[in-house]
C-alpha cells in the first residue's frame, strides 16, 4: 500500500507540473495575442475587427486557466 500512495503521489505532483507548465504556455499565447490588437500601428478599424474575432478565443484560454489546478 505505502508503495502505490507514493506512486499516486508521483502522479499528482507530475499532474501538478504539466498544469502549471500549461497554464505559463496559454497566459504567454494570450499575452502575445492581446499586444497584437494593442499594436499603436494597427489602424482602428483593423484593430476593431481582430479583437472581436480574438475575444472568443481569449475567453476560452481564460476559461480552460481557471480550471487548471496549480496549488500543491
Do not use: W, Y
Not at 499565447?29 to 500601428?41: K, L
Amino acid at each position: 500500500m505505502p508503495k502505490q500512495i507514493d506512486r499516486l503521489a508521483a502522479e499528482r505532483n507530475r499532474l501538478l507540473l504539466e498544469n502549471m507548465k500549461l497554464k505559463h504556455v496559454l497566459h504567454s499565447v494570450q499575452s502575445s495575442i492581446r499586444s497584437s490588437f494593442e499594436s499603436p500601428g494597427l489602424p482602428p478599424r483593423v484593430r476593431r475587427v481582430v479583437e472581436e474575432k480574438l475575444k472568443p478565443t481569449l475567453g476560452m484560454m481564460d476559461e480552460v486557466c481557471s480550471h487548471l489546478v496549480v496549488e500543491s
